[in-house]
């Protein structure tokens, strides 16, 4: 009787692992495309003529809009429509209905289904208007849910992140300092997880996804310490080195308990694992087989987006070899990448420039730079190598560059503390002027700025006539940017 028990006991426990892991994305790769099928019911008056989608490629890490991929479908008279997405992998959208959008996850070769109910969302929302069915029904759901309650992770992360671009994480931070920082975060990550565990609406596999992200954009939080405290108190060597050594005593804490054994952290990073883990750390990161190849996919795109290098034809071989389901779209970004190089090396379109006087200082410093400029408009972009928006920046301008560079100057630049091999592979596909000035300089320069300088990008229009028209810090979307430029054009 008591072995009976015992079994009966084991086979539930067995059942409820399957089903705590039945819905959580598994990680996959193929080249069948991922289905998504919609259908909107209720006040037909109220549906729009098209549904849009775009999917993040989970093996670019690079700049936000070099991940992301479209698609538009139109409703038919019963209100459905289909979409067949190349994701290569299991893969994250966001699907845009009218005024109402939300984010559920798909994979390759299988089909997620969703019902939104136009009449319900009106006084109900999103979550309690949407239903799924097919692969991920539950996990979808509850990512629904947590979004719309504010305590979806990668959601919370994304604002974090944009404070401290623009400078503004310091008015959320009691102590503006090394050591409030790092409160900061934990204070952070403990409340996220605490809204997880309390909530008894989400289910066991959205549970297990969410805290792994958590864990996940905690960590990739870590190396940004100076940076989202404006480098307070900063200013010697000592200081600095002082810092260096606190982030890697908080990332070799984070690293102790081999994080990435963990199986769901593979649906949530970005392909670089160890984009906080240091050369100084001597611990090897061990990833889960099953997703090694999106993580030598992602080398190659770390390669051709971050650093604008081209591959080799061996390395093309490699691709063509390795990557049997991603390795199209490395290729086919390559192909972009050198055709916008041969371009503006044709054109001319990006030169490196230096001030006429290194010795430079005070008030000198703007009027040197645009002194070369007068009789036409000029954008400053004050910029990091460091910085994704800043890069984000450069990728979504591109094209309006070439627009408009007969009736605007772009002027571009960067602190000398920039890595230099770095700066010296990215400038030859951004196009603008580029400078590399001291922090005296630098310095001087923000004094003359009628805006917050502690973050960047920063953007300072120029009239004609050298006069400054106005000055920003951060980075919106190219509609903003033009919106800007419009008045001195």
């Known amino acids: ?45 109220q549906r729009p003529e098209d549904i849009d989608v775009i999917h993040w490629m989970k093996y670019n ?42 984010t559920c996850y798909v994979v390759p070769g299988d089909t997620v289904s969703f019902t939104l109910d136009l009449d319900r969302i009106k006084t109900h929302g999103v979550s309690q208007s949407l239903s799924f069915s097919g692969a991920l029904s539950d996990f979808n ?17 994304q604002e974090i992140e944009k404070k401290r671009n623009m400078g503004q994480l310091v008015n959320e931070m009691s102590d503006v300092s090394v050591e409030g920082y790092f409160q900061y975060l934990d204070s952070t990550y403990q409340s996220i997880n605490k809204r997880i565990d309390e909530d008894s609406n989400i289910g066991a596999s959205y549970r297990e996804f969410a805290k ?36 890697m005593t ?25 984009m906080f883990i240091q050369s100084k750390i001597a611990q090897q990161v061990k990833l889960p087989e099953n997703y090694m190849q999106c993580h030598l996919a992602s080398k190659y795109m770390m390669q051709i987006g971050q650093q604008s290098q081209s ?62 400029y007068r009789g036409r408009p000029v954008l400053l972009d004050l910029w990091e190598t460091t910085c994704g928006p800043c890069r984000f920046a450069f990728k979504d301008m591109h094209e309006k560059k070439i627009e408009l560079s007969d009736r605007i100057h772009f002027v571009n630049i960067a602190r000398e503390r920039s890595d230099l091999t770095t700066w010296e592979q990215l400038v030859p596909s951004y196009i603008g002027d580029h400078y590399r000035l001291t922090e005296q300089q630098l310095q001087s320069l923000h004094s003359q700025l009628p805006c917050n300088t502690s973050g960047v990008p920063i953007w300072v229009l120029i009239n004609e006539d050298g006069t400054i028209h106005h000055a920003f810090t951060g980075w919106g979307n190219l509609d903003i940017m033009m919106e800007e430029l419009e008045p001195v054009l």
Not at 1 to 7: A, C, E, F, Y
Not at 141 to 157: H, I, N, S, T
Not at 250 to 274: H, I
Not at 314 to 323: F, G, I, N, T
Request: glycine content about 6%; aromatic content about 10%.
């Open 212 to 247: 792994a992200a958590n864990h996940y954009e905690y960590g990739s939080f870590i190396p940004f310490c100076a940076y989202s405290i404006k480098y307070a108190g900063l200013d010697t060597e000592e200081k600095q080195a002082a810092l260096a050594e606190r982030q």
């Open 250 to 274: 908080w990332l070799k804490d984070y690293m102790k308990n081999d994080p990435w054994t963990t199986p769901a952290l593979c649906y949530v990073m970005w392909g670089r694992p160890e």
């Open 1 to 45: 009787m008591k072995i009976r028990i015992l079994i009966t006991v084991l086979l539930g426990i067995l059942t409820l692992t399957g089903q705590a892991q039945k819905h959580l994305p598994r990680f996959k790769y193929s080249k069948e495309p991922a289905v998504l099928i919609g259908c909107l019911v209720g006040d037909s008056t």
């Open 311 to 372: 591959l080799s034809e061996a390395q093309k071989d490699s691709v063509r070899l390795y990557l049997p389901e991603l390795g199209q779209d490395i290729l086919d970004y390559n192909d972009k990448l050198e055709q916008e190089m041969a371009f503006i090396n044709e054109q001319g379109k990006s030169r490196i420039c230096t001030l006429p006087n290194d010795k430079i200082i005070d008030n000198d410093v703007l009027f040197a730079i645009l002194k070369p």
């Open 61 to 102: 890490p690079g700049l936000p809009g070099e991940a992301i991929k479209d698609a538009t479908s139109s409703l038919d008279e019963n209100g459905s429509c289909s979409f067949s997405l190349h994701t290569g992998t299991t893969a994250k959208c966001l699907v845009m209905i009218g005024d109402y959008k939300f």
């Open 141 to 157: 759901q509850d990512l629904v849910y947590a979004m719309e309650k504010g305590f979806d992770p990668e959601k919370r992360y």
